[in-house]
């Protein structure tokens, strides 16, 4: 169900912990209301995957193993008791989030998937490869909002079956829906497993598990000025909120920023430049490590925002490695933005809530 190298680097197992501890401290700080809003991102997840109800028991009872061999004898009965009642609180809102985020869906409970035909594969750099997709059964495309993901599920070659999330890149009303995977390479870890199967074998004309969309970051549908921001891959769900902007004929004011390592390795480059162009009050500037002088107008280096002048009351979008979304926020918060404006989408386990609430 969950990232086997996620697993084995620690990093699923820390993103529970965090979660649970954000959600205790929310608890303590205010008695009086249950946190719901801080878990939307984690039930959003639990559905795509496929979590059911009966599994809190079995991670209850491993979570609470695991706290009692690493803290000892500060395991009071007390102690016990109120983390007990802490964790099931925490399972009981997710539990009521997920069963109407199913509900919504049109989905059973553990059973988010449809298959679905590639249409066509498109690559998009040496590294990157979009494939085009279709109800396999003729029927009518799920319900979708612009930034929203779907789970895959493939089977490995040892027979396991693993899930992956990937963002919808193209416009979300349409019956034929687009994933973009970059293929993931470990330096010094494993392979991405999924990523690198479906480069290796996905065709045209194959069938694919694919489960509903979900997602808690969403375009919002408001008039404010809107600031899209991305790093690498991160650009994935921005082109989706491009491709729905321009569907919809919107003038809202846009400003996509994008950093990438050089204009060959930016995905859907294409795409996003032709989507600001159609958009009447959009604008891009990108960002190589590597100077180009074939993309007029882009910059070199690093993300910077000075000189970078945002509406104080724009929409924030924030989509890229975790380092790389930090530094701007940090650079969007010294701009005026407030801190309520900006939303992230992580790619994994979420350990931004894990490290804060370290």
């Not at 293929?183 to 494993?190: F, I, K, Q």
């Not at 480069?199 to 598990?209: I, K, M, P, Q, V």
């Not at 480059?269 to 959009?282: E, H, I, N, W």
């Not at 701007?328 to 939303?343: F, P, V």
Request: aromatic share 6%.
């Amino acid at each position: 169900m969950f990232n086997r190298g996620n697993q084995a680097g620690g990093s699923q197992r820390r993103a529970l912990a965090g979660a649970f501890a954000a959600f205790a401290g929310a608890l303590a700080a205010d008695p009086g209301t249950r946190p719901d809003t801080l878990l939307a991102r984690i039930a959003h997840k639990h559905v795509a995957v496929g979590v059911t109800d009966d599994q809190y028991t079995i991670v209850h009872k491993y979570l609470f193993a695991a706290i009692a061999d690493v803290l000892g004898e500060a395991v009071t009965p007390d102690v016990a008791a109120a983390w007990d009642e802490v964790y099931w609180l925490m399972a009981g809102a997710l539990i009521a989030q997920e069963a109407r985020l199913c509900l919504e869906a049109q989905v059973r409970p553990g059973h988010p998937w449809r298959q679905w035909t590639v249409l066509e594969r498109r690559e998009e750099t040496t590294d990157t490869v979009s494939f085009l997709l279709r109800p396999a059964d003729g029927g009518p495309a799920p319900q979708a909002r612009a930034g929203q993901y779907v789970s895959v599920r493939v089977k490995m070659p040892d027979g396991v079956h693993q899930l992956r999330q990937y963002s919808l890149s193209s416009a979300p009303g349409d019956q034929v829906r687009r994933i973009t995977v970059k293929r993931l390479h470990g330096r010094g870890a494993p392979d991405g497993e999924v990523s690198n199967l479906l480069h290796r074998t996905l065709r045209a004309g194959d069938e694919l598990s694919v489960s509903a969309p979900f997602g808690d970051v969403v375009l919002d549908e408001s008039d404010a000025p809107l600031v899209l921001v991305s790093a690498g891959i991160g650009c994935t769900p921005m082109t989706g909120m491009l491709a729905h902007l321009a569907a919809t004929a919107s003038t809202r004011s846009v400003r996509v920023l994008h950093a990438d390592r050089s204009p060959a390795g930016h995905a859907l480059r294409g795409d996003m430049t032709r989507l600001v162009d159609v958009l009447p009050a959009a604008r891009a500037t990108f960002w190589y490590e590597q100077p180009t002088p074939e993309v007029p107008g882009s910059r070199t280096g690093l993300m910077d925002l000075d000189g970078i002048v945002l509406p104080t009351d724009a929409s924030v979008y924030l989509c890229g490695p975790l380092p790389f979304m930090r530094a701007i926020r940090s650079q969007l918060l010294r701009a005026g933005i407030a801190a309520r404006n900006i939303r992230y989408e992580v790619f994994g386990p979420d350990l931004w809530l894990a490290d804060a609430a370290a």
